[in-house]
């Protein structure tokens, strides 16, 4: 399945700053993530592995080091650079969703396409397609809050599959939903890596979660080894 | 157009105080404009002035009166073509409180000098042709339901004793600024009945009103008719009917500047207002908008849906406020009349409304939508959480 790297992270420093106090939370991290992978990032609280994932997804700055996802290096672009890369290579899934809620689930997963040259009748299909994805092509009407957790998180999936990206970077992507609801999101997930060929970044702190990934490395005190 | 959607749901999204900004824009844009009119009302006078119109009175003070005599000799000087004698006549209808304004002049004259007075010739030919007869203004009319043909008798103060007097002539005015509640009577009736009465006070009027060909010449021609009565027991001040009405605004300086600033001030409190709700919006939604800049949003997008939610609120505000605001006057014109006998909402006033509108609801968004645009994606997600 693994195919030549996608991402290449190579001497990944990142530190945060309180007062005149350096915090560091990755030091010199280097590792690939081949296309189509489905990488699971696993680690204690404050270990860093929703910083790595952040600056893997191009929303947060890196102190030293690159990151090349497709031939670019993301730590080189200006932040308008950022946006415009981000709308087109990669999909977000939260840990709370993070729908909009006064947008309806159709509406809300037509919101990434509006950066995009496609009519608005393109928009729409592609949305409807991307529910019908996911399962919930009956839900196009529905605002988030007559959702349920897991219908959401459908929907934040479709969001993140609309532009059809070739990352998806999940935070914690089952981390407020039942066991249930947890197993049919990493279903999807699964089925979207296997079928669609996406390549899959996830932190998750549940180990049944991240048993549906490919490869899970595990990022402690900054750095980062294979897990057992 | 979903764009355009999410802007509108956002700012409604908190209906109350959606509705609480938008009608303390209102509020505080209706009270701006009313004050402005109150303004425009107090300075009417100066504003309905001619440049080609001048006014003699006594130099010491406009309570003491000048020869009726000086009429011929102002007439005389070089580019003078018009002088009427006038004096407020000050008579009472039944009570003080049905006040209004009332002079005695000389009628003829008068009209030539006043063209914005519209009168039918026949209305206007029966007024010249009555000494008892008064002309009166649309308004007035209307407040005490007279008719031409009726007669009222007024109570002198400065003129005392009885003024029967019938209306022959209503007068309409061809400007919005025209104060149509005014009464004018013949000054020959009241000369005649001075001479029969207090002889003394014959002869004699509060001013003239003169009627000038070339505006230009106002400052020479004032200043030549002056010297005329230089050193006389009566002496003469000229000056143009602008200068003459800024005399009696001059005296409420204090108050108009009260009421400048505090409109102003109205405004500046409404702005914090619309500001403290803008950044509460932006602060809640944070969130939100690190998700938007995450899917691709460029950060000066989003400060701009930030700016459309605060001027859909403001001009929202604006609109409720040009809606209130002309009916508000109607109630006031109706109401106080007496005291503001030109009161209506200028074109500029009403075109202040949307543009105050405009200026609030991007002063009052301008610090949340750069911050909004601006805030890091990471430290935006850290501080929701």
Redo the contacts between chains.
């Keep these: 399945m693994t195919q030549q790297p996608l991402i290449e992270i190579a001497h990944l420093s990142k530190s945060y700053r309180r007062g005149d106090q350096v915090i560091p939370v990755l030091s010199d991290i280097t590792f690939d993530i081949a296309t189509g992978e489905f990488l699971a990032l696993i680690g204690p609280s404050g270990s860093g592995k929703s910083?790595l994932l952040?600056c893997i997804?191009g929303?947060?700055?890196v102190d030293a080091g690159t990151i090349t996802i497709g031939g670019t290096d993301i730590t080189t672009l200006s932040?308008?650079e950022l946006?415009?890369w981000?709308?087109?290579h990669v999909g977000?899934v939260?840990q709370f969703y993070?729908l909009?809620p006064?947008?309806t689930a159709l509406?809300n997963v037509?919101?990434?396409l509006?950066?995009t040259s496609l009519s608005?009748r393109a928009?729409q299909e592609h949305a409807l397609a991307a529910l019908t994805a996911v399962g919930l092509p009956d839900r196009t009407d529905h605002k988030p809050a007559q959702l349920s957790g897991g219908q959401q998180q459908r929907v934040a999936i479709a969001?993140a599959i609309v532009t059809d990206p070739d990352i998806i970077v999940a935070d914690e992507p089952t981390g407020d939903l039942d066991r249930h609801s947890a197993a049919d999101i990493m279903a999807l997930l699964r089925r979207l890596n296997q079928e669609l060929n996406k390549t899959i970044v996830m932190v998750t702190h549940d180990h049944r979660a991240a048993e549906a990934a490919h490869l899970v490395r595990e990022l402690d005190k900054g750095e980062l080894r294979v897990a057992p | 157009m979903l764009l355009l959607r999410l802007i509108f749901k956002n700012a409604f999204r908190h209906r109350l105080r959606s509705m609480l900004t938008i009608v303390g824009v209102a509020i505080a844009l209706t009270a701006f404009g009313l004050m402005r009119t109150v303004l425009d009302a107090w300075n009417a006078g100066v504003s309905a002035s001619s440049a080609n119109r001048l006014v003699t009175r006594n130099a010491v003070s406009l309570t003491q009166p000048l020869p009726y005599a000086y009429r011929g000799r102002i007439r005389q000087v070089t580019g003078v073509d018009i002088v009427a004698a006038g004096n407020w006549f000050g008579g009472i209808y039944l009570d003080e409180k049905n006040f209004f304004a009332n002079f005695a002049v000389e009628a003829e004259d008068f009209f030539r000098l006043y063209p914005e007075l519209v009168v039918t010739p026949a209305e206007q030919k029966a007024f010249l042709t009555d000494r008892k007869g008064a002309v009166i203004g649309r308004k007035l009319a209307d407040r005490f339901h007279w008719r031409v043909g009726d007669t009222v008798t007024l109570r002198g103060t400065i003129f005392p004793g009885q003024w029967p007097m019938t209306i022959r002539a209503i007068y309409k005015g061809a400007r919005p600024d025209t104060d149509e509640t005014v009464l004018y009577l013949h000054w020959s009736y009241v000369d005649e009945v001075m001479k029969k009465t207090t002889p003394r006070r014959a002869g004699q009027t509060g001013f003239f009103m003169i009627g000038i060909g070339d505006a230009t010449k106002a400052a020479e021609i004032s200043k030549d008719i002056d010297a005329l009565f230089r050193n006389s027991q009566a002496e003469t001040l000229t000056e143009t009917e602008k200068a003459f009405q800024m005399g009696f605004v001059s005296m409420s300086e204090a108050i108009l500047m009260a009421i400048t600033v505090v409109s102003y001030v109205v405004i500046g409190i409404i702005l914090a207002v619309a500001a403290n709700t803008m950044a509460m919006s932006a602060r809640e939604r944070l969130g939100e908008f690190a998700v938007l800049k995450t899917l691709g949003f460029p950060g000066p997008t989003l400060g701009l849906m930030l700016l459309a939610e605060s001027l859909l609120l403001s001009l929202s505000g604006a609109a409720l406020a040009m809606g209130l605001l002309p009916a508000i006057t109607d109630a006031f014109t109706k109401n106080l009349a007496q005291y503001f006998p030109i009161f209506f909402v200028s074109r500029e006033t009403m075109l202040l409304l949307p543009a105050f509108g405009v200026a609030v609801g991007v002063l009052a968004a301008a610090a949340p939508a750069v911050r909004v645009g601006t805030v890091r994606i990471a430290a935006a997600f850290r501080r929701i959480g």
């Design positions: 910083t952040n997804a929303i947060d700055a932040e308008g946006a415009a981000r709308s087109r977000f939260f993070n909009i006064v947008l509406e037509e919101l990434p509006l950066l608005a928009r969001r």
